[in-house]
């Protein structure tokens, strides 16, 4: 899971934005405007039972992280976490 629903900064960082676009979801911030340090970002291919292929886009780990445990869900009340 990407470490960014848990990062103060989720709501500005170009990363993440970047992370929603390859996902195909609303954005939580239409410009942002802060740019982590050294962001790592994973790429998973799963296959599901029918051969389809899904790529999954994780943040896991970024010299710019700052904890704030359920920021995302704050900025995104009542919806349920990415995966």
Same mark, same amino acid.
């Given at each position: 899971?990407?470490?960014? $629903?848990?990062?103060? =900064?989720?709501?500005?960082?170009?990363?993440?934005? !970047? *992370?929603?676009?390859?996902?195909?979801?609303?954005?939580?911030?239409?410009?942002?405007?802060?740019?982590?340090?050294?962001?790592?970002?994973?790429?998973? $291919?799963?296959?599901? =039972?029918?051969?389809?292929?899904?790529?999954?886009? !994780? *943040?896991?780990?970024?010299?710019?992280?700052?904890?704030?445990?359920?920021?995302?869900?704050?900025?995104?009340?009542?919806?349920?976490?990415?995966?």
């Amino acid at each position: 899971m990407c470490i960014c $629903i848990n990062c103060k =900064l989720v709501d500005r960082c170009m990363t993440y934005h !970047d *992370v929603e676009k390859n996902h195909g979801v609303e954005h939580i911030c239409d410009i942002p405007n802060f740019k982590p340090i050294k962001p790592y970002i994973h790429v998973s $291919i799963i296959k599901d =039972l029918n051969g389809d292929s899904k790529i999954d886009w !994780d *943040v896991q780990s970024c010299s710019s992280f700052s904890e704030e445990s359920g920021k995302w869900s704050k900025c995104r009340p009542g919806l349920e976490l990415p995966i």
